[in-house]
């Protein structure tokens, strides 16, 4: 790389250990198709003012810290800034206070580390071009260790080594960055804890028609019929309506006692009347369809079958385990009412078994 205009004036004779690559244009009087050759190398004032060279090694360095400020200034940012905190920027007008920092401090922190480098690289690092001739492709031990020769000449003349404040700062800065990272694992929200293995039932809880917002009796349940339910107080438009439905569902079905199979069914029934999850067992479908002869619930995904007078267990397809019941009973008032939560996490089985 040649340099032009401050540098004009500087010696062009090359300095002690450097590449006498560079050299006088040859002269092409007798042949106006030979190589040129390299014009003369100009030395910056960094390779012949040790104090230049200075003070680029600490401009370089304080990119460097400039680099790990803005890094530690993201994470503070994403610590300490409220989501929803709006502030003027001109020209772009009311931005997220919380966007704003975490971009403006990743920007800074990414252009010191890119600024850094080339600055060391246009400054410090050996700017001879060399020209290096053709060889084959096959290396022989003679090219391997030219090879490592050239490698170490290079990574002397980087001054990697010897220039240690570049290096030290350079590491710290670039071991720093993917702390940015780091921190934004916490949008993966907070661990569930034990949210998934419970449901908005609990006891005293009544049953309240899904479609009509009802309470229900155990009039309201004919034989062979199959009602959806939700807990009580849990309100069609409240804003986490979705997310509790989605493991509260109920479907209630009344058989004759005498049909139900299963012993701990039949005492966690009334008079008949069955409560189960509606969330299939396999990934999560709500359960649908109810044939009445043979009890049969069906997942409308992938054709699970569960059956409801004995204990809802699997008879058919992909899921892994029975719907867990709803232990009911009737109150004061004559409502259906939970006795509890459901016998066991409802949906999918691949967390509940862990
Ligand atoms: S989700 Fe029910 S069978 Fe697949």
């Not at 400020?69 to 001109?90: C, E, M, N, Q, R």
């Not at 000449?153 to 404040?165: C, D, I, N, V, Y």
């Not at 661990?191 to 309201?220: A, S």
């Not at 043979?294 to 809802?312: E, I, K, R």
Request: some cysteine; proline content about 7%; aromatic content about 8%.
């Amino acid at each position: 790389m040649s340099q032009t205009g401050s540098n004009k004036d500087v010696s062009h004779a090359s300095l002690p250990g450097e590449p006498a690559a560079h050299g006088s244009a040859v002269d092409t009087t007798d042949n106006p198709f030979a190589d040129p050759g390299l014009p003369p190398h100009q030395h910056r004032i960094q390779d012949i003012d040790e104090r230049a060279a200075k003070r680029s090694e600490r401009t370089i360095a304080l990119l460097f810290v400039v680099s790990m400020l803005a890094t530690v200034g993201f994470i503070a940012s994403y610590v300490v800034l409220p989501i929803d905190k709006l502030v003027y920027i001109w020209p772009f007008g009311h931005v997220s206070a919380l966007n704003f920092a975490l971009g403006l401090t990743l920007g800074v922190a990414l252009f010191c580390i890119g600024a850094g480098a080339v600055h060391w690289a246009r400054t410090l690092m050996s700017d001879v071009e060399v020209a290096d001739e053709r060889h084959p492709i096959e290396a022989t031990p003679e090219v391997r260790s030219k090879v490592m020769e050239d490698f170490r000449q290079g990574a002397a003349e980087s001054g990697f080594g010897r220039r240690k404040l570049i290096r030290n700062t350079m590491f710290g800065a670039m071991a720093m960055v993917p702390l940015s990272g780091v921190v934004l694992l916490r949008d993966l929200g907070p661990l569930p804890g034990d949210k998934l293995r419970h449901t908005l039932w609990g006891k005293g809880k009544l049953l309240v028609n899904q479609n009509t917002n009802q309470p229900l009796r155990p009039e309201d349940i004919p034989v062979g019929s199959l009602t959806f339910a939700k807990p009580e107080g849990l309100e069609d438009d409240a804003h986490d309506f979705q997310t509790e439905i989605a493991k509260a569902a109920l479907m209630i079905v009344r058989l004759q006692p005498e049909d139900i199979k299963d012993k701990q069914e039949l005492e966690w029934s009334h008079d008949g009347i069955v409560a189960y999850s509606r969330i299939c067992t396999h990934v999560g479908c709500p359960v649908t369809l109810y044939e009445q002869n043979t009890h049969h619930v069906l997942c409308p995904c992938h054709q699970s079958t569960f059956d409801l007078s004995d204990g809802a267990r699997v008879i058919f397809g992909p899921a892994g385990h029975a719907l867990p019941q709803l232990r009911i009973g009737v109150n004061q008032d004559g409502y259906l009412e939970a006795l509890g939560d459901f016998s066991e996490p409802v949906g999918p089985s691949f967390w509940e078994r862990g």
